[in-house]
């Protein structure tokens, strides 16, 4: 299967759970993936906020190219997603590292990693230096529902790992805090 558009009402079922995720950036010349644990929703209408900062090669691109792309790793994704995020795109490529396909974007210049349950292509709206944060705006949403099946992988701090397990489903209860399309 492959990325299909997606209405943008539906980015809260990939980051409201707050997943671990893929970055991608490009800084002009190259293109750069980390990992990134701390990102959560802040609105709904595709607001994000994630918790970064210097210590990462890409936050210079996100900071001056004011863009990237948040992807959900698949279910399969977990070890690559981990050893991304235990390198630095300052000393190597980790697409070639890692075997990483990527597929061009349509609203920035960052690439959509392939083989994900879902990519956002995001603007970097607000840079909170001081607090370690950026603020993000969702512009673009795809999904490959072969791969998105509402199960997400989430750090747990301690190097381990949880991937969603029950569910259930309340939506009659909060009908009136439901956004439309979701
Ligand atoms: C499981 C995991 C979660 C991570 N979450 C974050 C995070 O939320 N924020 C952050 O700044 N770094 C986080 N990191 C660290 C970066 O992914 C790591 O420093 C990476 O090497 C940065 O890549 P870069 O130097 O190519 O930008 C995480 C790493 C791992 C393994």
Not at 2 to 14: M, N, P
Not at 126 to 136: E, P, S
Request: charged share 25%; net charge positive; with cysteine.
């Amino acid at each position: 299967m492959s990325y299909r558009e997606t209405a943008l009402a539906k980015f809260l079922l990939f980051v409201e759970p707050g997943p671990l995720t893929l970055v991608t950036t490009f800084d002009g010349k190259k293109n750069n993936v980390m990992t990134i644990s701390w990102v959560m929703p802040m609105d709904f209408d595709g607001g994000l906020v994630m918790a970064t900062g210097p210590w990462n090669h890409s936050y210079e691109a996100l900071v001056k190219r004011k863009e990237c792309v948040v992807c959900i790793p698949a279910q399969d994704m977990l070890e690559t997603a981990v050893k991304i995020g235990d390198v630095s795109g300052a000393e190597c490529d980790k697409f070639a590292l890692f075997h990483l396909r990527t597929l061009p974007a349509k609203t920035v210049q960052a690439p959509l990693l392939a083989g994900c349950q879902a990519c956002l292509e995001c603007e970097v709206t607000d840079v909170l230096a001081r607090r370690g944060l950026l603020l993000l705006r969702v512009k673009r949403l795809v999904t490959d529902k072969s791969k998105a099946k509402g199960r997400l992988w989430h750090a747990r701090g301690d190097g381990t790992f949880t991937l969603d397990g029950a569910s259930r489903n309340l939506r009659r209860l909060m009908k009136d805090k439901l956004p439309p399309g979701v």
